[in-house]
């Protein structure tokens, strides 16, 4: 009983209630089915009990998601009325796989890994194509039990059965000893299910896997060598992501970032390069540049970028080296102009000088003068001379 409360199922009977099905027998089903849901653990988030009945036709007597208590289910399989003519097996099993086998029937979702298990209880032989329905419902995950009684034709047991045949296809003589196949249902249920019972050494994932299991792991993690322990997938390996510049792995996921100065597109891989320049995103003093996702910083002309790459200082336009004047440079903010030393004049070109002349006219009297005194240097000159010469 306490293995059993560890062990959820989706779990359909599908029952032959032919005429070659007597009443009396009919009675010894219901019983076989109800002392089946007692050896269950029952419930919304374990074990779920569905019912078909079937001959020429079939009828869904309860699915998946109508009874979630014992009482009830036992409750409708005591009302279950015998159909009578024929033995349409195969369309039973196809009408569970399209009617009942559905979430909106109440099976659970696959991400659940609930094991979906029928049941079919017959007497006969089908009266239609059963291989193939068999073999779709079990590639579509549906493990089918057959079990035979009297008159059953064993062949087509084992044709709709699962492997291995000889856990999934059971035999009795008549309806009055199929409750003993209870035990062994019992058994196959509860304690072969080792991953329901909580006893295996998966880390992550535990699947069944007929009498035995095997480990998986989640999403974004991969199975170790040592086929039991998990370890994330480095989802920024090379290869393994599409992101245009940076891939950030984060426990068993991954998401895109970009580098300084880029920003992340809409599709959340690619990136595009910001507008550094823009207002409020750079701190230049006059001009940014922008340089592919960075930038630097100018200045106007007649201004200096200074040791802080940020700021700027007007140029002294008359320092050394930075003007043409030949004397005098006469620095205005921006601007300069040349000027001349005392005695000198600008010239026509405003950068070189010349000496001024301060008058073109001379006196008769300062001619005179000047005469007088170029006498008297000859005079003094021919005296000197004559007294070397004594």
Do not use: W
């Amino acid at each position: 009983d306490i293995a059993c409360k560890n062990q959820p199922l989706d779990l359909v009977f599908i029952v032959d209630s032919s005429r070659s099905v007597r009443p009396e027998e009919f009675e010894k089903v219901k019983v076989f089915l109800s002392e089946m849901i007692d050896t269950l653990d029952v419930g919304e988030r374990t074990t779920r009990v569905a019912v078909m009945n079937y001959a020429s036709t079939v009828k869904v007597e309860f699915p998946l998601r109508t009874y979630f208590d014992k009482a009830s289910l036992k409750e409708a399989v005591s009302r279950i009325e015998p159909l009578s003519a024929g033995t349409m097996t195969g369309l039973a099993i196809q009408t569970a796989v399209d009617e009942v086998f559905t979430e909106e029937m109440g099976t659970r979702p696959a991400t659940f890994s609930i094991p979906k298990v029928v049941i079919v209880v017959t007497d006969g032989r089908p009266q239609d194509q059963v291989q193939d329905v068999a073999a779709s419902a079990r590639t579509a995950g549906i493990e089918i039990y057959a079990v035979g009684v009297g008159r059953a034709d064993m062949q087509s047991l084992r044709v709709m059965a699962s492997e291995p045949l000889d856990e999934h296809v059971f035999y009795v003589e008549t309806y009055g000893v199929i409750e003993k196949l209870t035990s062994k249902f019992r058994e196959t249920f509860c304690a072969v299910n080792v991953c329901a019972l909580g006893t295996h050494d998966c880390e992550q994932v535990c699947v069944r896997n007929g009498r035995s299991y095997l480990c998986d792991c989640y999403q974004g993690y991969t199975l170790n060598p040592d086929k039991r322990t998990c370890s994330a997938v480095d989802l920024c390996a090379p290869g393994r992501h599409e992101c245009d510049q940076i891939c950030v792995s984060n426990n068993g996921s991954s998401v895109c970032d970009c580098y300084e100065g880029y920003t992340l597109n809409p599709d959340k891989k690619t990136c595009s390069a910001m507008d550094m320049c823009a207002p409020g995103k750079h701190d230049c003093a006059q001009v940014c540049l922008s340089n592919d996702g960075s930038y630097n910083c100018d200045c106007y002309e007649g201004y200096t970028l200074n040791p802080d790459k940020k700021t700027c200082s007007a140029v002294d336009m008359c320092a050394s080296g930075r003007h043409d004047c030949e004397q005098v440079c006469v620095s205005d903010d921006l601007f300069y102009s040349c000027d001349c030393y005392q005695g000198y004049t600008l010239n026509p070109d405003k950068k070189t000088c010349s000496r001024a002349i301060t008058s073109s006219l001379v006196t008769a009297e300062e001619s005179c003068k000047c005469e007088a005194i170029a006498a008297l240097q000859d005079s003094v000159t021919s005296h000197l001379e004559a007294l070397s010469t004594k």
